[in-house]
């Protein structure tokens, strides 16, 4: 067995007497829940004189290797100057508030604990001992540091539907001047958006699904009997939040366009969605076709529309293009669309 050193050999002694004269009380903070230390007051550095198993299942070290030691041994960073103000500070004034303060386990983990420091004193004043308590924050930090991701994420949602709040409405003034069309073509996209919404709601904001964009995008125009002509063919690949909600308003105008324009607006037409994974020098792409046929001539001033420059602008906004194609037998609309790596699909 190693050689124990005086401090160590005085510290054991300290805990006979503690136990010898504050029998019961020592025992109850051995058993304690919480994590407790005495400490010398007679040194400089503080060393331990007592430690309770609580204490030693929090930072991993056994009794022997803590005895003696200097109060600020288990420090995760023994330079951290705020942290040493602030234990001194516990020393000096006792604070109820607790210092919050880094601790390294035996392990090299470190953990947060609330740190509360009370001095032990004799009768005539004279401080013999600080009790020492230790509250682990480390459950606390990790919900605070999720609380803040969840907010910085928040924020970054909001700030994007604001982007594209900002980019219907301009787009709408800019193509139209009658107040009822510029109000419903924006009543109309921030009900596609908000739609979108509600999909990346439903799975949590961790992203939709291709198919389900797709069928979400296209639930309100299928009535009187247009759903039958409707197909939507391939892998339910799923997409990041700001991909889903361009891909969704896009959706909404291609849909839009075929009802008053296009393959829906009469009574034989149909639209088919397919896609396909291809592979290029910048990564994976999926090429999306919209097919319309069936539908009536498309009129030439359609092209330059309100519709088009939406879906353009929102596509560009993530790096996919559009090729938007006004055939006589109806509209195809291709997109290449980049592919997050490892994107999942079900």
Request: with cysteine.
């Amino acid at each position: 067995m190693p050689k124990k050193s005086k401090q160590q050999i005085d510290a054991e002694a300290d805990v006979q007497g503690f136990k010898n004269e504050l029998g019961p009380f020592v025992v109850a903070a051995e058993t304690t829940r919480m994590a407790m230390v005495f400490a010398d007051a007679k040194h400089p550095d503080n060393p331990i004189t007592f430690a309770n198993d609580s204490f030693l299942s929090l930072t991993g070290y056994a009794r022997a290797e803590v005895l003696g030691q200097s109060f600020n041994f288990i420090l995760a960073h023994a330079a951290d100057a705020e942290a040493l103000q602030k234990i001194d500070h516990q020393f000096l004034a006792a604070s109820d508030a607790g210092a919050e303060i880094r601790y390294r386990r035996k392990d090299g983990s470190e953990f947060w604990a609330a740190l509360f420091v009370s001095p032990v004193r004799l009768e005539d004043g004279e401080i013999v001992q600080y009790f020492a308590s230790f509250v682990d924050l480390t459950a606390l930090k990790v919900e605070q540091a999720h609380s803040r991701a969840l907010i910085d994420e928040l924020n970054h949602r909001v700030k994007n539907t604001l982007a594209m709040v900002q980019s219907i409405v301009w787009q709408a003034t800019r193509t139209a001047t009658d107040p009822s069309v510029i109000r419903e073509a924006i009543e109309s996209r921030l009900m596609a958006l908000s739609r979108s919404h509600d999909l990346l709601t439903r799975a949590n904001w961790e992203g939709a699904g291709l198919v389900d964009l797709l069928h979400d995008a296209l639930e309100p125009f299928r009535v009187d009997g247009r759903a039958d002509r409707i197909a939507i063919e391939g892998e339910n690949i799923r997409f990041p939040p700001e991909s889903a909600l361009a891909l969704g308003i896009s959706f909404n105008e291609l849909a839009t366009n075929a009802v008053k324009y296009g393959a829906l607006s009469n009574s034989t037409g149909s639209i088919h969605v397919g896609w396909k994974l291809e592979s290029t020098g910048q990564g994976r792409r999926l090429v999306l076709q919209w097919r319309e046929k069936c539908g009536p001539p498309v009129s030439p001033s359609l092209r330059k529309g309100f519709g088009s420059r939406v879906i353009e602008h929102g596509l560009d906004a993530f790096g996919a293009t559009v090729e938007l194609d006004f055939r006589p037998a109806g509209l195809l609309c291709t997109m290449s669309i980049p592919v997050p790596e490892g994107a999942p699909h079900e």
